[in-house]
């Protein structure tokens, strides 16, 4: 019997350790895959009405997909707005760090004895040394942008094939597992279909409370706008990466040129960070496990081997595979360790 168990704990081991490292190394394929499924399952159900009201198919999968299209330009009008709002501040800001930059170097040769020529010195060497690592995180910022552009040209192409082939995949599933689980598969789809659904209700409140947490910290440092600073930075998140990094500079550099001390930008920051630790591993795992009937367990086990496999792409995927995984072992009856650990109790 012991030998039997460690036997099963291996196998099982071995089965995750090289499903793990297959994704890693797959990165490329699944992850525009996963998100054009994920579209597909949210899309499904309004390309079904359009289509049962007389368009036909491919009509009803552009019209869709066209929706689609039309809120991420208009997500790429507001990064592009904000942009041109920061460069507008930027002769101000400039002037304000000439200005601090003149006054820290006297406030250092009048309390700490250092001339200005150590400085310049020590300035000139630090911009040196650093030189690699900017270039190092340019380079990875370049990379993650070059990932996010190929998922969006990609993505809605296998939303397109999912969506037009859907009977095709459905019956090639039902060949697969057994014709004689024909009902309980098309069970099964159709639930998934309406977790996504809650998926999806379940990130537009987490962007909500986002933005409310924003601009509560934000107005409590009296920063001019806080609300729609606070709104704005939260929507932008949705881009990885770059949607956080641009919607907070307008804030900071609102902050560092309307008040009189640099500590006010430095709050904003802070803002922003224990936001986003608050986003990442309290107020996600529990809207979204809540929406999905995950236990919170699950969801950050979910999250945290996301991003450790597919990165920020990861962190988002991982959930609703983790809730496909729920709703199969629901309906499996060897599966129903796994039911119980995965569902949520509280």
Known sequence: MYNQTANSLLKWTLFLLAGSLLLRFGAILFVPMLFGLLIAFVLYPVCLWLENHGMPR??????????????????????????????????????????????????????????????????????LNSSNKVTSIADSLFSAASSVLFMFFLAPVYTVLFLYHRVTFVNFMIIVLGKSNEIKIRTVLQEVIFTYAKFIKGMILVYIMVGVLNSIGLFALGIQNAILFGMLTAIMTIIPYVGIIISSLLPIAIAYITKDSIWYSVGVILVFAVVQYLEANVIFPKIVGKQLNLSTWATLVAIIAGGIIWDVAGMILFIPIMAIVKIAAQNIPQWEAMYILLKRNE
Do not use: G
């Open 58 to 127: 491919y009509v009803a999968i552009t019209l869709c997909l066209s929706i689609i299209f039309i809120l991420l330009f208009l997500l790429a009008l507001l990064l592009h707005w904000q942009l041109q709002m920061f460069s507008d501040e930027l002769p101000r800001i400039a002037q304000k760090l000439k200005i601090s930059f003149i006054q820290t170097q006297r406030w250092l040769q009048q309390n700490l004895n250092v001339t200005i020529k150590m400085q310049d010195e020590w300035i000139h060497t630090s911009i």
